[in-house]
């Protein structure tokens, strides 16, 4: 698995760091998604994925297992 954002898309809803604290965080200033873990374990596929459904800018793609 391999994760990307578009940080020119994300509204900052905080669905990601929600749903993965572990691969995602905001920003300070603008609280705009991080990635803290671009190549996930597979104990956390999962919730990458979920993370990624419920953002509602769709600015996270997740690529490959």
């Known amino acids: 698995m391999h994760l990307e954002t578009d940080t020119t898309r994300c509204v900052a809803s ?4 929600l749903s993965a604290p ?3 965080d905001q920003e300070d200033d603008d609280d705009k998604v991080i990635v803290l ?10 919730r990458t ?5 419920l953002c509602p800018a769709g600015a996270i793609h997740v690529h490959g297992d």
Request: charged content about 15%; glycine content about 4%.
């Open 14 to 17: 905080g669905q990601c760091a």
């Open 22 to 24: 572990a691969v995602f």
């Open 37 to 46: 873990d671009a190549a996930p374990t597979l104990a956390e596929h999962s």
């Open 49 to 53: 994925r979920q993370a990624a459904a």
